[in-house]
């Protein structure tokens, strides 16, 4: 069993900066890639950022510039740093991950996903 554990949403202004937290655990081999997704009220859930086990990132056009990603694998975690956020950046975020669970069987996950809401 694969648990994945977000922190970190909240309310903000618009311009602020939060940080999202998601940590990876149960029994597996090693975590492929990690990342966010999001969904607003009415749309498809849409990639945000993706990091690679070896440090290679893929972000949305909409946050390119605004929000970096990172991952401590040691940790089995990845964060998301969000800055200058915008009211369209408000949705649920939730945490991705490429779970390794023998030589020939990954498998995705998914957390129980975080409110982000952004005021303006």
């Known amino acids: 069993q694969v648990q994945l554990v977000e922190s970190g949403g909240g309310l903000v202004q618009a311009g602020g900066s939060l940080r999202l937290s998601c940590v990876a655990s149960g029994s597996f081999s090693s975590i492929n890639s990690m990342g966010w997704y999001r969904q607003a009220p009415g749309k498809q859930r849409e990639l945000v950022a993706l990091?690679?086990?070896?440090?290679?990132?893929n972000y949305a056009d909409s946050v390119k510039g605004r929000f970096s990603i990172s991952r401590d694998n040691a940790k089995n975690t990845v964060y998301l740093q969000m800055n200058n956020l915008k009211p369209e950046d408000t949705a649920v975020y939730y945490c991705?991950?490429?779970?390794?669970?023998?030589?020939?069987?990954?498998?995705?996950?998914w957390g129980q996903g975080t409110q982000v809401t952004v005021s303006s």
């Open positions: 991705y991950a490429r779970v390794v669970l023998t030589p020939t069987l990954q498998y995705p996950y």
């Open positions: 990091v690679t086990s070896g440090g290679g990132t």
